[in-house]
């Protein structure tokens, strides 16, 4: 009885969002969809391996934005140590180069040096994604894709457009600057620099480093948006910078 009540609930389900649902909301409804718009997408993630520190991982997601090998990803400790290095989708290890870092933002820019040009999501100075569009996040959360296994995939929405200042302290800013809030549970250990795209495969953001609220005990999540992306690669940020940058443990919103 209980498995009845369940099949006529996803039924009645399914025929409300047939009527209500616009065309972009029944094309992500579509069987064949999600799947195909995820497979497209491995190729232009990366999984960052760093150092371990004490309970800090050493490991992040990546997205690739250059076909001669150019790879942003979180900002973190993990890459303080002596070698970072990137795995591609196909399985392949490449070490990386740490080209520039920037605390305010929690984002670095890496280069390999990869055998072959590789697939990359495009930046851009526009907006990509309103609020309501639906989303995907891509990201290595938990570390639990190894070599050539794909990334873990998490559909959502986007809530809204903002800013904020989140500190650990006084002295330490954990993220201030533009971000895109979404509706999906991307705010966990190795999602970090992690793919949001929407579902023409554009890049909406990258997923941001984690966030936690000392007055809700809870994380937000969100994604660092493509035109930030954009700016901070191409160093018009006046807080870029590319030296000796840490940030120990996860970020802490006090406000």
Known sequence: MPNKLLNISVVALGLLWSVFAGPAERAIAQDAFLPGLIEQCQ???????????????????????????????????????????????????????????????????????????????????????????????????????????????????????STIEARLNDRDVAYKGPLVLIDAITSNPGAGGGAVINAQGQLVGMIGKLINSSETNTRINYAVPNATLKQFVDGQLPETRSADLTAGGDAETHG
Not at 74 to 85: E, I, K, M
Not at 103 to 116: C, G, S
Not at 134 to 147: E, G, H, M, P
Not at 149 to 154: D, I
């Open 43 to 161: 190729p232009k993630m990366a999984k960052v391996i760093g150092a371990a520190a004490g309970r800090v991982d050493g490991y992040a997601s990546g997205i690739v934005i250059g076909a001669d090998g150019l790879i942003l990803t979180s900002q973190g400790v993990f890459l303080d140590g002596s070698q970072v290095r990137v795995e591609l989708s196909d399985g392949k290890s490449y070490a990386a180069t740490i080209l520039r870092r920037d605390r305010t933002l929690q984002l670095a820019v890496l280069k390999i040096e990869p055998d072959r040009e590789l697939d990359f999501f495009e930046l851009t100075d526009q907006a990509i994604g309103e609020k309501g569009d639906w989303v995907v996040a891509l990201s290595n959360a938990f570390k639990v894709a190894n070599q050539s296994e794909p990334m873990s995939a998490m559909i959502g929405i986007i809530s809204l457009r």
